[in-house]
Protein backbone atom coordinates (compact mmCIF):
# COMPACT_ATOMS: atom_id res chain seq x y z
CA UNK A 1 0.00 0.00 0.00
CA UNK A 2 1.87 0.11 -0.07
CA UNK A 3 2.31 0.49 -1.05
CA UNK A 4 2.86 0.44 1.50
CA UNK A 5 5.40 -2.34 1.00
CA UNK A 6 3.34 -3.07 -2.33
CA UNK A 7 5.20 -6.60 -3.63
CA UNK A 8 4.25 -8.67 -7.08
CA UNK A 9 5.14 -11.38 -8.08
CA UNK A 10 6.78 -12.06 -11.78
CA UNK A 11 5.60 -15.61 -12.47
CA UNK A 12 3.18 -18.07 -11.95
CA UNK A 13 0.52 -16.83 -13.96
CA UNK A 14 -0.86 -16.51 -17.52
CA UNK A 15 -1.40 -12.43 -17.14
CA UNK A 16 1.47 -10.82 -14.82
CA UNK A 17 0.67 -7.05 -15.48
CA UNK A 18 -0.55 -5.30 -12.21
CA UNK A 19 -4.06 -3.89 -12.34
CA UNK A 20 -5.56 -1.56 -9.89
CA UNK A 21 -9.72 -2.52 -9.54
CA UNK A 22 -11.37 -0.44 -7.19
CA UNK A 23 -8.31 0.45 -4.73
CA UNK A 24 -7.55 -3.99 -5.38
CA UNK A 25 -4.44 -4.21 -7.39
CA UNK A 26 -4.75 -7.88 -9.15
CA UNK A 27 -2.64 -9.35 -11.33
CA UNK A 28 -3.99 -8.70 -15.39
CA UNK A 29 -6.75 -11.01 -16.91
CA UNK A 30 -5.98 -14.35 -14.54
CA UNK A 31 -7.77 -13.10 -10.96
CA UNK A 32 -4.27 -13.94 -9.53
CA UNK A 33 -3.66 -12.92 -6.07
CA UNK A 34 0.19 -11.69 -6.28
CA UNK A 35 1.11 -15.27 -5.41
CA UNK A 36 1.00 -16.45 -8.41
CA UNK A 37 -2.04 -19.00 -8.27
CA UNK A 38 -3.88 -19.98 -11.27
CA UNK A 39 -3.45 -19.03 -14.88
CA UNK A 40 -7.19 -17.33 -15.18
CA UNK A 41 -8.16 -20.29 -17.69
CA UNK A 42 -10.81 -21.94 -15.16
CA UNK A 43 -14.44 -21.04 -15.31
CA UNK A 44 -16.45 -21.42 -11.45
CA UNK A 45 -19.03 -23.89 -11.68
CA UNK A 46 -21.80 -21.53 -11.97
CA UNK A 47 -24.36 -24.41 -10.38
CA UNK A 48 -21.97 -25.49 -7.53
CA UNK A 49 -21.27 -22.15 -6.45
CA UNK A 50 -24.02 -20.06 -7.84
CA UNK A 51 -23.51 -16.11 -6.69
CA UNK A 52 -26.03 -14.34 -4.46
CA UNK A 53 -28.62 -12.08 -6.29
CA UNK A 54 -27.16 -8.38 -6.51
CA UNK A 55 -28.30 -5.63 -4.05
CA UNK A 56 -29.06 -2.29 -4.88
CA UNK A 57 -25.53 0.02 -5.23
CA UNK A 58 -23.10 -3.11 -5.38
CA UNK A 59 -20.39 -2.93 -7.02
CA UNK A 60 -18.97 -6.56 -7.75
CA UNK A 61 -15.07 -7.49 -8.34
CA UNK A 62 -12.43 -10.43 -8.46
CA UNK A 63 -10.26 -10.03 -5.63
CA UNK A 64 -7.64 -12.33 -4.10
CA UNK A 65 -7.99 -13.35 -0.11
CA UNK A 66 -5.48 -10.58 1.81
CA UNK A 67 -2.64 -12.25 3.77
CA UNK A 68 -3.44 -10.04 6.52
CA UNK A 69 -6.20 -6.44 7.16
CA UNK A 70 -3.54 -5.44 10.46
CA UNK A 71 -2.18 -2.39 9.48
CA UNK A 72 0.59 -3.07 11.51
CA UNK A 73 1.62 -5.85 9.55
CA UNK A 74 0.77 -5.42 5.61
CA UNK A 75 3.45 -5.96 3.53
CA UNK A 76 1.80 -7.22 0.28
CA UNK A 77 -0.41 -4.98 -2.50
CA UNK A 78 -3.43 -7.61 -2.25
CA UNK A 79 -3.85 -6.83 1.27
CA UNK A 80 -2.96 -3.29 1.09
CA UNK A 81 -6.05 -2.43 -1.59
CA UNK A 82 -8.37 -3.83 1.35
CA UNK A 83 -6.80 -2.12 4.46
CA UNK A 84 -7.10 1.54 3.15
CA UNK A 85 -10.69 1.16 2.20
CA UNK A 86 -11.61 0.12 6.08
CA UNK A 87 -8.93 1.94 7.90
CA UNK A 88 -7.68 5.31 7.70
CA UNK A 89 -4.99 7.61 8.99
CA UNK A 90 -3.56 11.27 9.92
CA UNK A 91 -3.08 11.52 6.08
CA UNK A 92 -4.33 10.14 2.75
CA UNK A 93 -3.70 10.62 -0.74
CA UNK A 94 -6.58 12.36 -3.18
CA UNK A 95 -6.84 10.85 -6.97
CA UNK A 96 -4.63 13.61 -8.41
CA UNK A 97 -1.61 11.99 -6.09
CA UNK A 98 -1.74 15.01 -3.58
CA UNK A 99 -1.36 14.13 0.19
CA UNK A 100 -4.31 15.62 2.00
CA UNK A 101 -6.01 15.55 5.60
CA UNK A 102 -7.84 12.70 7.09
CA UNK A 103 -8.34 12.31 10.18
CA UNK A 104 -6.10 15.15 10.58
CA UNK A 105 -8.30 18.44 10.31
CA UNK A 106 -5.30 20.10 8.12
CA UNK A 107 -2.17 19.45 6.78
CA UNK A 108 0.19 20.86 10.11
CA UNK A 109 3.50 22.63 8.79
CA UNK A 110 6.73 21.57 10.09
CA UNK A 111 8.55 23.28 12.99
CA UNK A 112 12.35 22.66 13.05
CA UNK A 113 13.42 22.83 16.82
CA UNK A 114 16.89 24.17 17.91
CA UNK A 115 18.25 20.36 18.01
CA UNK A 116 17.81 20.01 14.48
CA UNK A 117 14.61 17.57 14.73
CA UNK A 118 11.30 18.64 13.47
CA UNK A 119 7.65 18.45 15.13
CA UNK A 120 4.33 18.20 13.12
CA UNK A 121 1.45 19.24 15.64
CA UNK A 122 -2.10 17.31 14.56
CA UNK A 123 -5.28 18.46 15.24
CA UNK A 124 -7.75 16.20 14.83
CA UNK A 125 -11.39 16.20 13.58
CA UNK A 126 -13.29 15.77 16.77
CA UNK A 127 -16.43 13.79 14.33
CA UNK A 128 -14.51 10.88 13.54
CA UNK A 129 -15.51 7.55 15.26
CA UNK A 130 -14.39 3.75 14.69
CA UNK A 131 -17.31 1.87 12.71
CA UNK A 132 -19.14 0.19 15.77
CA UNK A 133 -19.94 4.33 16.71
CA UNK A 134 -19.22 3.13 20.40
CA UNK A 135 -16.61 6.43 20.61
CA UNK A 136 -14.80 8.81 18.61
CA UNK A 137 -10.93 8.54 17.52
CA UNK A 138 -8.43 10.70 19.86
CA UNK A 139 -4.65 11.01 19.95
CA UNK A 140 -3.96 8.52 22.58
CA UNK A 141 -5.74 6.05 19.57
CA UNK A 142 -3.06 6.98 16.97
CA UNK A 143 -0.16 7.08 19.93
CA UNK A 144 -1.18 3.63 20.66
CA UNK A 145 -1.56 2.82 17.24
CA UNK A 146 1.76 3.94 15.78
CA UNK A 147 3.69 2.34 18.92
CA UNK A 148 1.98 -1.08 18.24
CA UNK A 149 3.10 -0.80 14.73
CA UNK A 150 6.89 -0.49 16.38
CA UNK A 151 6.37 -2.36 19.10
CA UNK A 152 8.68 -5.92 18.55
CA UNK A 153 5.98 -7.76 20.02
CA UNK A 154 3.67 -7.38 16.86
CA UNK A 155 6.51 -8.46 14.69
CA UNK A 156 5.55 -6.32 11.98
CA UNK A 157 8.69 -6.19 9.30
CA UNK A 158 7.28 -2.81 8.31
CA UNK A 159 6.59 -0.52 10.92
CA UNK A 160 10.11 0.56 11.43
CA UNK A 161 10.71 0.88 7.96
CA UNK A 162 8.21 3.67 7.55
CA UNK A 163 8.30 5.19 10.89
CA UNK A 164 12.06 5.37 11.34
CA UNK A 165 11.98 8.60 11.08
CA UNK A 166 9.94 9.17 14.52
CA UNK A 167 12.32 10.12 17.25
CA UNK A 168 12.83 7.79 19.64
CA UNK A 169 11.47 4.80 17.08
CA UNK A 170 14.87 2.57 16.68
CA UNK A 171 15.04 2.42 20.56
CA UNK A 172 11.57 1.75 21.34
CA UNK A 173 11.57 -1.30 18.13
CA UNK A 174 14.75 -2.43 19.65
CA UNK A 175 13.43 -2.85 23.19
CA UNK A 176 15.54 -0.35 24.92
CA UNK A 177 12.39 2.05 25.29
CA UNK A 178 8.83 1.77 27.04
CA UNK A 179 7.55 4.84 24.55
CA UNK A 180 8.58 6.75 21.20
CA UNK A 181 9.24 9.55 22.72
CA UNK A 182 8.67 11.48 19.49
CA UNK A 183 5.05 10.78 19.64
CA UNK A 184 3.35 12.60 22.28
CA UNK A 185 -0.57 13.13 22.99
CA UNK A 186 -1.09 16.73 23.69
CA UNK A 187 -4.84 16.33 24.72
CA UNK A 188 -7.59 14.22 22.77
CA UNK A 189 -7.45 16.00 19.86
CA UNK A 190 -3.94 17.06 19.50
CA UNK A 191 -0.71 14.69 18.66
CA UNK A 192 2.65 15.64 18.09
CA UNK A 193 5.55 14.01 15.94
CA UNK A 194 9.05 14.93 15.89
CA UNK A 195 10.98 13.33 13.52
CA UNK A 196 15.18 13.47 13.57
CA UNK A 197 15.84 15.93 10.65
CA UNK A 198 13.36 17.80 8.03
CA UNK A 199 12.86 14.80 5.39
CA UNK A 200 10.33 15.98 2.63
CA UNK A 201 8.71 12.60 2.19
CA UNK A 202 7.91 11.91 5.78
CA UNK A 203 3.91 12.53 5.37
CA UNK A 204 3.61 10.78 2.60
CA UNK A 205 5.08 7.67 4.82
CA UNK A 206 2.05 8.34 7.04
CA UNK A 207 0.21 7.23 4.31
CA UNK A 208 1.27 3.91 4.71
CA UNK A 209 -0.91 1.49 6.81
CA UNK A 210 1.26 1.38 9.73
CA UNK A 211 0.47 4.59 10.65
CA UNK A 212 -3.42 4.05 10.65
CA UNK A 213 -5.49 4.41 13.67
CA UNK A 214 -6.91 0.41 14.90
CA UNK A 215 -9.29 0.35 18.17
CA UNK A 216 -7.00 -0.67 21.13
CA UNK A 217 -10.34 -2.09 22.73
CA UNK A 218 -10.42 -5.02 20.28
CA UNK A 219 -6.84 -5.45 18.79
CA UNK A 220 -5.22 -5.72 22.68
CA UNK A 221 -1.60 -7.39 22.70
CA UNK A 222 -2.30 -9.45 19.54
CA UNK A 223 0.21 -10.05 16.86
CA UNK A 224 1.18 -10.04 13.27
CA UNK A 225 0.76 -13.79 13.60
CA UNK A 226 -1.33 -14.67 16.92
CA UNK A 227 -4.55 -13.00 18.33
CA UNK A 228 -5.69 -11.83 15.04
CA UNK A 229 -9.52 -13.04 15.07
CA UNK A 230 -10.08 -9.47 15.06
CA UNK A 231 -9.15 -8.85 11.75
CA UNK A 232 -12.06 -10.40 10.93
CA UNK A 233 -14.72 -7.86 11.51
CA UNK A 234 -12.58 -5.40 12.21
CA UNK A 235 -13.43 -1.91 13.87
CA UNK A 236 -11.96 0.49 10.99
CA UNK A 237 -12.52 4.56 10.53
CA UNK A 238 -12.08 4.19 6.66
CA UNK A 239 -14.49 5.19 4.17
CA UNK A 240 -16.38 1.21 4.31
CA UNK A 241 -16.78 -1.55 7.18
CA UNK A 242 -15.54 -5.12 6.53
CA UNK A 243 -19.15 -6.78 6.77
CA UNK A 244 -18.47 -10.59 5.28
CA UNK A 245 -15.01 -12.57 5.16
CA UNK A 246 -15.55 -15.97 3.84
CA UNK A 247 -12.14 -17.38 2.84
CA UNK A 248 -11.15 -18.30 -0.59
CA UNK A 249 -15.22 -16.89 -1.47
CA UNK A 250 -15.67 -13.58 -1.04
CA UNK A 251 -15.41 -10.64 1.35
CA UNK A 252 -17.99 -7.99 1.79
CA UNK A 253 -17.84 -4.23 1.81
CA UNK A 254 -20.24 -2.01 3.33
CA UNK A 255 -20.21 2.51 3.10
CA UNK A 256 -19.51 3.32 6.77
CA UNK A 257 -22.06 6.07 6.48
CA UNK A 258 -20.91 7.98 9.20
CA UNK A 259 -17.26 8.53 7.33
CA UNK A 260 -15.76 11.84 7.86
CA UNK A 261 -14.45 12.91 4.20
CA UNK A 262 -16.38 14.08 1.41
CA UNK A 263 -17.05 12.74 -1.04
CA UNK A 264 -18.94 10.26 1.19
CA UNK A 265 -19.21 6.41 -0.12
CA UNK A 266 -21.95 6.12 -2.76
CA UNK A 267 -21.91 2.70 -3.09
CA UNK A 268 -23.91 0.60 -1.00
CA UNK A 269 -21.68 -2.28 -1.09
CA UNK A 270 -18.66 -4.06 -2.70
CA UNK A 271 -18.35 -7.50 -3.37
CA UNK A 272 -14.97 -9.25 -4.47
CA UNK A 273 -15.09 -12.41 -5.24
CA UNK A 274 -12.16 -15.09 -4.12
CA UNK A 275 -12.69 -18.07 -5.75
CA UNK A 276 -10.42 -19.00 -8.79
CA UNK A 277 -11.59 -18.95 -12.43
CA UNK A 278 -11.35 -16.25 -14.99
CA UNK A 279 -12.33 -12.89 -14.19
CA UNK A 280 -12.68 -11.61 -17.65
CA UNK A 281 -15.43 -14.46 -18.43
CA UNK A 282 -17.20 -13.53 -14.91
CA UNK A 283 -16.92 -9.77 -16.35
CA UNK A 284 -18.45 -11.15 -19.96
CA UNK A 285 -21.29 -12.58 -18.08
CA UNK A 286 -22.12 -9.51 -16.51
CA UNK A 287 -20.78 -11.13 -12.82
CA UNK A 288 -18.13 -8.21 -12.24
CA UNK A 289 -18.32 -5.24 -12.79
CA UNK A 290 -14.27 -4.66 -13.28
CA UNK A 291 -11.42 -6.60 -14.05
CA UNK A 292 -7.78 -6.60 -15.47
CA UNK A 293 -6.68 -7.86 -18.93
CA UNK A 294 -3.77 -10.19 -19.25
CA UNK A 295 -1.81 -11.56 -22.05
CA UNK A 296 -3.96 -13.96 -23.39
CA UNK A 297 -6.67 -11.50 -23.86
CA UNK A 298 -5.46 -8.63 -24.82
CA UNK A 299 -4.74 -8.47 -28.42
CA UNK A 300 -8.26 -9.08 -28.80
CA UNK A 301 -9.64 -6.06 -26.17
CA UNK A 302 -7.46 -4.23 -28.15
CA UNK A 303 -9.05 -4.64 -30.99
CA UNK A 304 -10.92 -1.66 -31.94
CA UNK A 305 -13.79 -3.90 -33.65
CA UNK A 306 -14.23 -6.03 -30.54
CA UNK A 307 -17.03 -4.92 -28.35
CA UNK A 308 -14.75 -4.71 -25.32
CA UNK A 309 -12.61 -2.38 -26.32
CA UNK A 310 -14.52 0.63 -25.67
CA UNK A 311 -14.64 -0.49 -22.02
CA UNK A 312 -10.74 -0.56 -21.66
CA UNK A 313 -8.33 1.57 -20.56
CA UNK A 314 -4.59 1.32 -19.55
CA UNK A 315 -2.10 4.05 -18.20
CA UNK A 316 1.25 3.90 -16.64
CA UNK A 317 1.83 2.76 -13.24
CA UNK A 318 4.85 2.94 -10.85
CA UNK A 319 6.33 -0.33 -10.32
CA UNK A 320 9.49 -2.15 -11.18
CA UNK A 321 9.38 -5.51 -11.95
CA UNK A 322 12.90 -7.28 -11.25
CA UNK A 323 15.08 -10.39 -10.26
CA UNK A 324 16.89 -9.87 -6.58
CA UNK A 325 20.10 -11.57 -5.72
CA UNK A 326 21.26 -12.51 -1.98
CA UNK A 327 24.28 -10.56 -2.27
CA UNK A 328 26.00 -11.66 0.76
CA UNK A 329 26.35 -15.11 -0.33
CA UNK A 330 28.27 -16.98 -3.30
CA UNK A 331 28.01 -17.02 -5.93
CA UNK A 332 26.21 -13.59 -6.27
CA UNK A 333 28.22 -11.90 -4.01
CA UNK A 334 30.47 -11.15 -6.96
CA UNK A 335 29.33 -8.36 -8.59
CA UNK A 336 30.28 -10.00 -12.45
CA UNK A 337 28.11 -12.87 -11.94
CA UNK A 338 25.13 -10.59 -11.45
CA UNK A 339 25.85 -8.51 -14.01
CA UNK A 340 26.41 -11.25 -16.35
CA UNK A 341 23.28 -12.72 -15.46
CA UNK A 342 21.63 -9.44 -16.38
CA UNK A 343 23.27 -9.04 -19.43
CA UNK A 344 21.78 -12.31 -20.83
CA UNK A 345 18.23 -11.30 -19.89
CA UNK A 346 17.09 -9.98 -23.58
CA UNK A 347 14.23 -7.34 -22.36
CA UNK A 348 12.88 -6.43 -25.71
CA UNK A 349 11.55 -10.02 -25.73
CA UNK A 350 10.15 -10.02 -22.59
CA UNK A 351 8.11 -6.88 -22.86
CA UNK A 352 7.17 -7.35 -26.78
CA UNK A 353 7.14 -10.64 -27.47
CA UNK A 354 5.88 -12.79 -24.19
CA UNK A 355 3.93 -9.41 -22.34
CA UNK A 356 3.00 -8.10 -25.97
CA UNK A 357 3.63 -4.69 -24.77
CA UNK A 358 1.93 -4.61 -21.38
CA UNK A 359 4.79 -3.32 -20.26
CA UNK A 360 8.14 -1.44 -20.91
CA UNK A 361 11.47 -2.46 -20.33
CA UNK A 362 13.25 -1.24 -17.36
CA UNK A 363 17.13 0.13 -17.80
CA UNK A 364 16.92 1.43 -14.09
CA UNK A 365 14.63 0.99 -10.09
CA UNK A 366 12.51 4.01 -10.86
CA UNK A 367 9.64 3.62 -13.14
CA UNK A 368 8.50 6.18 -15.83
CA UNK A 369 6.48 9.48 -14.12
CA UNK A 370 8.31 9.17 -10.50
CA UNK A 371 9.91 11.67 -9.48
CA UNK A 372 14.02 11.62 -10.09
CA UNK A 373 13.15 9.49 -13.30
CA UNK A 374 16.21 9.79 -15.21
CA UNK A 375 15.45 9.14 -18.86
CA UNK A 376 19.14 8.86 -20.01
CA UNK A 377 20.27 5.70 -18.09
CA UNK A 378 20.85 2.99 -20.17
CA UNK A 379 20.87 0.31 -17.77
CA UNK A 380 22.82 -2.99 -18.30
CA UNK A 381 22.85 -4.16 -21.83
CA UNK A 382 21.69 -7.34 -23.83
CA UNK A 383 25.17 -8.52 -24.44
CA UNK A 384 25.49 -12.48 -24.17
CA UNK A 385 28.81 -12.34 -25.22
CA UNK A 386 30.11 -9.78 -23.02
CA UNK A 387 27.68 -11.74 -20.43
CA UNK A 388 29.74 -15.29 -20.92
CA UNK A 389 32.77 -13.15 -20.24
CA UNK A 390 31.92 -11.67 -17.05
CA UNK A 391 30.96 -15.15 -16.13
CA UNK A 392 33.97 -17.02 -17.44
CA UNK A 393 36.28 -14.17 -15.20
CA UNK A 394 34.18 -14.72 -12.02
CA UNK A 395 34.82 -18.72 -12.23
CA UNK A 396 32.87 -20.07 -15.16
CA UNK A 397 29.37 -21.29 -15.55
CA UNK A 398 30.53 -24.63 -12.68
CA UNK A 399 30.24 -21.57 -10.09
CA UNK A 400 26.83 -20.88 -10.67
CA UNK A 401 25.77 -24.97 -11.00
CA UNK A 402 23.12 -25.50 -8.41
CA UNK A 403 21.40 -22.00 -8.31
CA UNK A 404 17.87 -21.94 -7.79
CA UNK A 405 15.61 -18.69 -8.05
CA UNK A 406 12.73 -18.44 -5.43
CA UNK A 407 9.43 -17.74 -6.99
CA UNK A 408 5.70 -17.31 -5.94
CA UNK A 409 3.26 -19.68 -7.40
CA UNK A 410 1.03 -22.72 -7.00
CA UNK A 411 0.91 -23.91 -10.14
CA UNK A 412 2.81 -26.91 -11.89
CA UNK A 413 4.67 -24.84 -13.95
CA UNK A 414 6.77 -21.15 -13.26
CA UNK A 415 4.62 -18.48 -15.45
CA UNK A 416 5.92 -17.33 -18.47
CA UNK A 417 8.55 -14.51 -17.55
CA UNK A 418 10.20 -17.08 -15.57
CA UNK A 419 10.39 -19.72 -18.36
CA UNK A 420 11.43 -17.11 -20.70
CA UNK A 421 14.28 -15.77 -18.32
CA UNK A 422 15.31 -19.17 -17.73
CA UNK A 423 15.57 -20.23 -20.77
CA UNK A 424 17.89 -17.03 -21.95
CA UNK A 425 20.35 -17.69 -18.94
CA UNK A 426 20.61 -21.99 -20.06
CA UNK A 427 21.01 -20.16 -23.65
CA UNK A 428 23.34 -17.41 -23.28
CA UNK A 429 25.64 -18.51 -20.28
CA UNK A 430 25.02 -21.90 -20.04
CA UNK A 431 23.15 -22.31 -17.01
CA UNK A 432 20.72 -24.34 -15.64
CA UNK A 433 18.38 -22.71 -12.97
CA UNK A 434 15.93 -24.52 -10.51
CA UNK A 435 12.54 -22.68 -9.92
CA UNK A 436 11.51 -22.74 -6.39
CA UNK A 437 7.79 -21.97 -6.07
CA UNK A 438 6.30 -21.19 -3.00
CA UNK A 439 2.82 -20.07 -1.48
CA UNK A 440 2.91 -15.79 -1.45
CA UNK A 441 3.15 -15.90 2.72
CA UNK A 442 5.81 -18.72 2.81
CA UNK A 443 7.80 -17.03 -0.38
CA UNK A 444 7.82 -13.37 2.07
CA UNK A 445 8.82 -15.39 4.94
CA UNK A 446 11.57 -16.45 3.14
CA UNK A 447 12.63 -13.39 1.78
CA UNK A 448 12.92 -11.71 5.45
CA UNK A 449 14.86 -14.09 6.53
CA UNK A 450 16.92 -14.64 3.55
CA UNK A 451 16.49 -18.13 2.56
CA UNK A 452 17.26 -17.28 -0.88
CA UNK A 453 19.70 -17.14 -3.47
CA UNK A 454 17.74 -15.27 -6.53
CA UNK A 455 14.46 -14.27 -5.96
CA UNK A 456 11.55 -12.90 -9.15
CA UNK A 457 9.40 -9.95 -7.29
CA UNK A 458 7.93 -6.71 -8.00
CA UNK A 459 8.07 -2.95 -6.10
CA UNK A 460 5.24 -0.51 -6.92
CA UNK A 461 5.35 2.90 -4.83
CA UNK A 462 3.75 3.31 -1.64
CA UNK A 463 4.12 7.13 -2.35
CA UNK A 464 5.08 9.68 -5.22
CA UNK A 465 8.97 9.84 -4.00
CA UNK A 466 12.37 8.13 -5.53
CA UNK A 467 13.27 7.80 -1.21
CA UNK A 468 10.46 4.96 -1.40
CA UNK A 469 12.36 2.92 -4.07
CA UNK A 470 16.07 3.70 -3.76
CA UNK A 471 16.15 4.13 0.23
CA UNK A 472 13.83 1.72 1.10
CA UNK A 473 14.97 -1.18 -0.94
CA UNK A 474 18.67 -0.47 -1.33
CA UNK A 475 19.90 1.18 1.88
CA UNK A 476 22.68 -0.53 3.69
CA UNK A 477 20.66 -0.82 7.08
CA UNK A 478 16.66 -0.42 5.72
CA UNK A 479 14.81 -3.79 6.83
CA UNK A 480 13.08 -3.95 3.34
CA UNK A 481 16.79 -4.49 1.48
CA UNK A 482 16.58 -8.16 0.96
CA UNK A 483 19.38 -8.62 -1.22
CA UNK A 484 21.71 -7.29 1.91
CA UNK A 485 22.78 -4.91 -0.67
CA UNK A 486 25.75 -2.63 0.54
CA UNK A 487 27.51 0.00 -1.02
CA UNK A 488 29.11 3.36 1.31
CA UNK A 489 28.81 5.63 -1.81
CA UNK A 490 25.10 4.51 -2.08
CA UNK A 491 24.26 4.81 1.94
CA UNK A 492 26.12 8.66 1.65
CA UNK A 493 24.02 9.82 -1.40
CA UNK A 494 21.00 8.39 0.19
CA UNK A 495 21.41 10.24 3.53
CA UNK A 496 22.24 12.94 1.95
CA UNK A 497 18.98 12.92 -0.37
CA UNK A 498 17.06 12.32 2.93
CA UNK A 499 17.58 16.10 4.60
CA UNK A 500 18.27 18.07 1.51
CA UNK A 501 15.97 20.47 0.93
CA UNK A 502 16.27 21.69 -2.45
CA UNK A 503 14.33 19.52 -4.94
CA UNK A 504 16.69 19.70 -7.87
CA UNK A 505 19.38 18.68 -6.19
CA UNK A 506 17.51 16.06 -3.72
CA UNK A 507 16.29 14.05 -7.44
CA UNK A 508 20.58 14.74 -8.42
CA UNK A 509 22.08 12.35 -5.32
CA UNK A 510 19.13 9.87 -6.20
CA UNK A 511 20.06 9.85 -9.38
CA UNK A 512 23.79 8.95 -9.24
CA UNK A 513 22.34 6.66 -6.42
CA UNK A 514 20.22 4.49 -8.80
CA UNK A 515 23.68 4.51 -11.76
CA UNK A 516 25.67 2.95 -8.87
CA UNK A 517 22.92 0.32 -7.98
CA UNK A 518 21.99 -0.70 -11.37
CA UNK A 519 25.99 -1.05 -12.68
CA UNK A 520 26.15 -3.43 -8.86
CA UNK A 521 23.26 -5.21 -10.33
CA UNK A 522 21.46 -5.72 -6.91
CA UNK A 523 18.58 -6.34 -8.88
CA UNK A 524 18.11 -6.91 -12.92
CA UNK A 525 15.27 -4.29 -13.47
CA UNK A 526 13.07 -5.90 -16.23
CA UNK A 527 9.99 -4.05 -16.38
CA UNK A 528 7.58 -1.55 -15.61
CA UNK A 529 4.03 -2.66 -15.85
CA UNK A 530 0.67 -0.90 -16.70
CA UNK A 531 -2.31 -0.95 -14.81
CA UNK A 532 -5.57 -1.67 -17.06
CA UNK A 533 -9.11 -2.17 -16.60
CA UNK A 534 -12.31 -3.39 -18.28
CA UNK A 535 -15.02 -1.17 -17.09
CA UNK A 536 -19.09 -1.89 -17.24
CA UNK A 537 -20.52 1.26 -18.79
CA UNK A 538 -22.34 1.84 -15.55
CA UNK A 539 -19.50 2.39 -13.13
CA UNK A 540 -19.14 6.27 -12.89
CA UNK A 541 -15.60 7.70 -11.94
CA UNK A 542 -13.71 4.79 -11.76
CA UNK A 543 -9.80 5.74 -11.72
CA UNK A 544 -6.95 3.58 -12.76
CA UNK A 545 -4.67 4.38 -9.80
CA UNK A 546 -0.72 4.01 -10.19
CA UNK A 547 -0.65 2.48 -6.91
CA UNK A 548 -3.06 1.63 -4.22
CA UNK A 549 -4.90 4.66 -2.53
CA UNK A 550 -8.69 4.68 -0.86
CA UNK A 551 -10.79 4.97 -3.96
CA UNK A 552 -14.00 3.30 -3.64
CA UNK A 553 -15.71 6.19 -2.07
CA UNK A 554 -15.45 8.15 -5.21
CA UNK A 555 -16.80 5.30 -7.19
CA UNK A 556 -20.74 5.13 -8.49
CA UNK A 557 -23.19 3.14 -10.42
CA UNK A 558 -25.97 4.05 -12.60
CA UNK A 559 -27.94 1.10 -13.41
Known amino acids: ??????????????????????????????????????????????????????????????????????????????????????????????????????????????????????????????????????????????????????????????????????????????????????????????????????KAYFLAKLTYPTAYVVDQREVGDSTCFTGTEWTLRPNGTGPFKLEEWQLGQRIVLTANEGFHLDPKPSLAQVTYFLAGGSALIMYENDEIDLTGVGVNDIERVRDPNDPLNAEFSERTSLNTFYIGFNTQEPPFDDPRVRRAFGMAIDKKVLTEVVLKDLVVAANGVLPPGMPGFNEELEGLPFDPEAALALLEEAGGPSIVRDVTLLDSGRGASVGPIIEAVVAMWEENLGVTVEVNQEEFGLFLRDLDEGNFQMFSLGWIADYVDPQDFLDIKFHSASGNNEMKYSNQRVDDLLEQARVEQDEATRYELYREAEEIIVQDAAWIPLYHGKSNALVKPYVQDYFIAPFVIPNLRYVSLTR
Open 1 to 198: METRRLIFVLGGIAATLVVVIGGLVLLGGGGGNGDGGGDGDDTPDAESSPLPERVEGELRLFGPDPITLDPACASDAGSAAYIVEIFSGLVSFDRDLKIIPDIAEEIPEPTQNPDGTVTYTFNLRKDVKFHDGSRRVVAEDFKFSLERSLDPRTLSTVGIIYLDDIVGAREFAAGDADEVSGIEVMNANTLQITIDAP
